[in-house]
């Protein structure tokens, strides 16, 4: 398979990588489900050590992350939503072949899914409307 394009940087190929797809210029990541998967089980020791390290931090100025972006693979406009709904953080997804994340957003979905497995089991049933209140949240509309 040939080199697959940035979808943010106009011309820039991303770098291939066991975890993503990174593009050097930008900082940004594609990820194939699965990897995106294995980058999230992953201990932040493996994660700040594997090669998509340079994504991890936002510290990439001048980057438009307002403009629509599409698949690296089959080229259609990826879907932009949040993740899990109450996350805060907007990712590109193609509902075929993965994700775009923008430089240093795997690190905020990590450290939300941290903080939402820190409130313990019991954060579903014993939320206000318990379960199906819980539900809603996750798949859209207000509790």
């Given at each position: 398979?040939?080199n697959l394009?940035?979808p943010?940087?106009s011309?820039?190929?991303?770098h291939?990588?066991?975890l ?6 930008c ?11 294995k980058a ?23 980057v438009?992350l ?16 949040i ?15 993965g ?8 690190v ?31 798949f859209?509309?207000?509790?």
């Amino acid at each position: 398979m040939s080199n697959l394009p940035c979808p943010r940087c106009s011309g820039v190929a991303l770098h291939r990588t066991p975890l993503g797809c990174l593009c050097k210029l930008c900082e940004g990541c594609w990820f194939g489900f699965e990897q995106f998967e294995k980058a999230l089980r992953l201990s932040d020791i493996e994660l700040y050590a594997s090669e998509i390290e340079p994504t991890l931090e936002a510290d990439t100025e001048g980057v438009s992350l307002e403009t629509p972006v599409v698949c690296p693979l089959c080229q259609i406009r990826m879907k932009r939503h949040i993740y899990m709904i109450d996350s805060d953080v907007t990712i590109d997804m193609c509902r075929d072949h993965g994700m775009w994340l923008d430089d240093g957003e795997l690190v905020k979905i990590r450290t939300y899914l941290q903080s939402t497995q820190d409130e313990g089991p019991d954060r579903v049933t014993s939320a206000p409307g318990g379960l199906f209140a819980f539900f809603r949240r996750i798949f859209g509309g207000v509790p």
